[in-house]
């Protein structure tokens, strides 16, 4: 037995890796991967303030989980009305620009990769967290269901319910596209390896997608391919910007998350799929529609629901050659099985890497992992966020 196979695990004890196409190496657009375990993007909400800049906690957090294949950062807003949570990170001043760079370099001393993730919340927000104390901006003005996280007055955080957005105008709308290009100028500028724009989870970009949230009568509404109009437009101009090589995209069909739940995701997400093909994305990552399938139905429901998901990842999978990452709550097994039957290229873990910052590492040696507390999953110190155990060699 070697000597990593030999390291005992805090709650367990690691066993002799054993050949895994999880672990074999990948080439993702212009990056050389050593396996396919990324790091899943994940809000945690410990932006230094004022101004939401990454601090020195996060360097560690991020440095500590340089051993993912790739880190997908959590969600990063691409300028100050894209904030939607309390204490998030931007990637719009210099400050903020700086503070990445610290991230970026400490990975990178660590021999990992790291791309940001831009975001634009829309709807999903409230005037709090909005300059002038303005109303967020949707496709529509329909208001989502739940509650926004804010920094109340007194500076503590605070569930608020969400309001009804203020609807985009046309000719507001370059401004987003614009706003994405200078986040991934900025992203590039402060050491990233590349940049995934995030067109899922029930903000901006799939806002637009879905017809829950999206009654345009415009040239960004109506048909698949007016709802589908923006995402393309920010990636075809993030992509003449910094190289279609070094972008990757986030969908999640099927995903019900901050009010989704469109009544076509199978025509829509084939047509996307297709266009995205076109243009040479390092990767596409997927939010897996069967984890998007709701825990509640029963019956007849499920079976309709699964079937669904199942039609839908095969005709993704179908239209899109490139390198496909999917998410959905997977370990090991599940893993390599979607990797041995072809459905994906990489996986990206979420929840995992919160508590087991050598996830990859514990994964190989079928170590035993750290339980993730929920209780610090937002917000907060050092606490649940980078003291984590390794395993002990």
């Known amino acids: 037995m070697n000597e990593a196979a030999k390291n005992v695990a805090i709650n367990g004890t690691a066993s002799e890796p054993i050949a895994s196409e999880l672990f074999s190496p990948i080439t993702v657009g212009r990056w050389q991967l050593p396996h396919r375990v990324a790091m899943a993007p994940m809000t945690r909400s410990r932006a230094g303030q004022p101004g939401n800049v990454p601090t020195e906690l996060m360097t560690e957090y991020y440095r500590q989980r340089a051993g993912a294949a790739l880190i997908i950062t959590e969600a990063t807003q691409v300028s100050a009305p894209a904030q939607g949570y309390a204490w998030t990170p931007g990637i719009h001043t210099p400050e903020q620009v700086e503070g ?65 957005p203020r609807a985009l105008d046309r000719n507001e709308i370059h401004g987003i596209v614009a706003d994405f290009v200078q986040a991934a100028r900025n992203a590039i500028d402060a050491g990233f390896d590349g940049v995934e724009i995030h067109s899922a989870n029930g903000y901006l970009l799939d806002q637009f997608l879905n017809t829950v949230s999206n009654q345009r009568d415009d040239e960004y509404g109506g048909t698949v391919a007016n709802r589908a109009r ?47 093909n076109k243009r040479g994305l390092a990767y596409l990552h997927l939010i897996s529609p069967r984890s998007q399938v709701p825990s509640e139905l029963i019956g007849s429901e499920i079976s309709k629901q699964v079937n669904l998901a199942d039609r839908i990842l095969k005709s993704i999978r179908s239209r899109y050659d490139g390198v496909l990452m999917l998410a959905g709550g997977f370990d090991r097994s599940s893993a390599e099985t979607s990797l041995a039957n072809g459905e994906a290229d990489l996986l990206a873990f979420g929840k995992p890497f919160l508590a087991n910052p050598d996830l990859p590492k514990r994964l190989q040696l079928r170590a035993a992992l750290n339980e993730p507390n929920g209780q610090s999953f937002y917000g907060g110190g050092a606490s649940g966020y980078t003291d984590y155990p390794f395993l002990v060699a």
Request: charged letters at 20%.
């Open 230 to 276: 923006l995402t393309l437009q920010v990636v075809d101009a993030v992509l003449a910007t910094i190289g279609a090589d070094r972008v990757g995209v986030r969908i999640s069909p099927l995903g019900q998350f901050n009010s989704m739940g469109m009544d076509d995701p199978e025509t829509l997400y084939s047509y996307l799929s297709e266009e995205l």
């Open 100 to 164: 990445w760079k610290k991230v970026t370099d400490a990975v990178h001393k660590q021999g990992g990769k790291i791309v940001s993730q831009l975001w634009h919340v829309g709807r999903i927000s409230h005037r709090a967290l909005q300059p002038g104390k303005q109303l967020p901006v949707a496709p529509s003005a329909i208001k989502p269901e739940g509650n926004a996280f804010i920094v109340d007055d007194r500076g503590n955080p605070a569930f608020v319910p969400f309001e009804t």
